[in-house]
């Protein structure tokens, strides 16, 4: 039987307590790196405000590739964003802030929360990194959306731990996406069930359109998306989580190949050689994401 709205609105209500709340800081945050004119000053406020994120600042400003070797250590809040820049500083505080809504759940098989989250980081690094290279000016956003495109999946497994691990495992053994199994055997949907949490949380709109969108590439079905931009920012997201996939950069649940959409790549005016470029650009950014994701799983 088919899922309605209504459904999905009883299963978030049926999760309060259950799926982590959005962490106090995420609503704030999420509103300042959306502004341009933004200032080192107004995270800073924000970061004093989350040990989490004011340690983890710490740790990355602290690797070899910020520190340098023979360096002294960076103790001082100011002198780590001074070093880091405010591009990066930003979305370590995204980061932690997300990462702790992966924190305690349980998965099956070799579908983790590290790895659900490592694939989530890189369809927000790549979302970001697609948006500057299209010259785009939504890079902040696109990062944002990456980073929560898949939360529907974490809820999935809160509601139905079981059932949600029989989806996948009937998706990898025949090879097919765990969206396509969704659609096809009328399951709970995790495109529909992170938009009805993202409208839960109240926070950007955006973010609720990216959720809902993220699989559908027809333009004309998504419905209540009339804003060109919105429609490339999905767009971008969209490209980016087949891209992930293509490389293999943590795990989304299922082993389906995925195949690029010419369709966004014609919309996006992306050629082949602009494709080819674009990929070892974004493998040598994963490099050296694997080392901050590492530090962030570290207890």
Known sequence: MKNTSEDYVFIVSSLKGQLPSLP??????????????VALYAIKDIIKMDPSIYSQTLKV??????????????????????????????RIALNTSVLTLFSGA?????????????????????????????????????????????????AKLKYDQQNFCEELNKANELGLSNFHTEMTHQKIRHDLLGAQIANSWGISPLVEAVARWHHEEDRSKRTEVEEPDIHKLIDVVQFSNSLIKEIKFGNSGHSHKEVLSRSIMRRLKISEEDLDEFKEKLKNELETEKEHISLMNRK
């Open 24 to 37: 106090l800081v995420m609503d704030e945050l999420m509103t300042i790196i959306s502004d341009p004119n």
């Open 61 to 90: 400003v602290n690797t070899v590739q910020y520190r340098g070797e023979g360096e002294s250590r960076i103790t001082s809040l100011d002198d780590a964003m001074q070093r880091l820049g405010l591009e990066k500083v930003k």
């Open 106 to 154: 349980e998965f099956t098989n070799n579908f983790s929360p590290e790895t659900l989250w490592t694939h989530s980081v890189g369809v927000a690094v790549a979302s970001a990194s697609l948006a500057d290279f299209l010259h785009f000016p939504m890079s902040d956003q696109a990062y944002s959306c990456g980073l929560i495109h898949d939360i529907g999946k974490l």
